[in-house]
T-cell receptor, first 110, second 110 residues
Framework: DVKVTQSSRYLVKRTGEKVFLECVQD?????MFWYRQDPGLGLRLIYF???????EKGDIPEGYSVSREKKERFSLILESASTNQTSMYLC?????????FGPGTRLTVT | QKEVEQDPGPLSVPEGAIVSLNCTYS??????FMWYRQYSRKGPELLMY????GNKEDGRFTAQVDKSSKYISLFIRDSQPSDSATYLC??????????FGAGTRLFVKA
């Protein structure tokens, strides 16, 4: 079974803080993704990575950055958290079309 | 117009009913199609993957793809309260980009 883990299930941060969300997969997948999920808006792609140190912007990259130093680990960074970044953040990995998701991190920015 | 349209529901059915969940899409280049199940406060779980028109069955679940009509369906037979979740359709044309529907909330009443 593919296992994707995320560092926290719930996080509460203050406006302006730098926030790190970590994701680890154990299936040696090349591709990793970060999404946010909001009611009525579905899943929106923030960034993805198709190889170590490689990254591509998704549909909503503003206010976010990513890091992939090792194949199994993909980090999402909120440089200066804002209240409109309160959301469910989902990490996924894939070797082809099928994406496998982690449990999600529910981030609240106050 | 969104690339993928999915009725958000909620859809409420009695236990034992046959459930039909649907998505329409506009991009004729889409080649692969998936269904995910997402329980409350959890990450999406891949249920079905198909690459062609026609039906694919897995236990109580049947995925149907009609490329000529740009329409996909997921049927759940003998629905159970444990099937209560949000169901997301997803599809893509190859490469890294997968488009997700916004999800349909399903409630199966005991």
């Amino acid at each position: 079974d593919v296992k994707v883990t995320q560092s926290s299930r719930y996080l509460v941060k203050r406006t302006g803080e730098k926030v790190f969300l970590e994701c680890v997969q154990d299936m040696d997948h090349e591709n990793m993704f970060w999404y946010r999920q909001d009611p009525g808006l579905g899943l929106r792609l923030i960034y993805f990575s198709y190889d170590v140190k490689m990254k591509e912007k998704g549909d909503i990259p503003e206010g976010y950055s990513v890091s992939r130093e090792k194949k199994e680990r993909f980090s999402l960074i909120l440089e200066s958290a804002s209240t409109n970044q309160t959301s469910m953040y989902l990490c996924a990995s894939s070797d082809a079309e099928r994406q496998y998701f982690g449990p999600g991190t529910r981030l609240t920015v106050t | 117009q969104k690339e993928v349209e999915q009725d958000p529901g909620p859809l409420s059915v009695p236990e034992g009913a046959i459930v039909s969940l649907n998505c329409t899409y506009s991009n004729s280049a889409f080649q692969y199609f998936m269904w995910y199940r997402q329980y409350s406060r959890k990450g999406p779980e891949l249920l079905m993957y198909t690459y062609s028109s026609g039906n694919k069955e897995d236990g109580r679940f049947t995925a149907q793809v009609d490329k000529s009509s740009k329409y996909i369906s997921l049927f759940i037979r003998d629905s159970q309260p444990s099937d209560s979740a949000t169901y997301l359709c997803a599809m893509g044309a190859g490469g890294f980009k997968t488009i997700f529907g916004a999800g349909t909330r399903l409630f199966v009443k005991a």
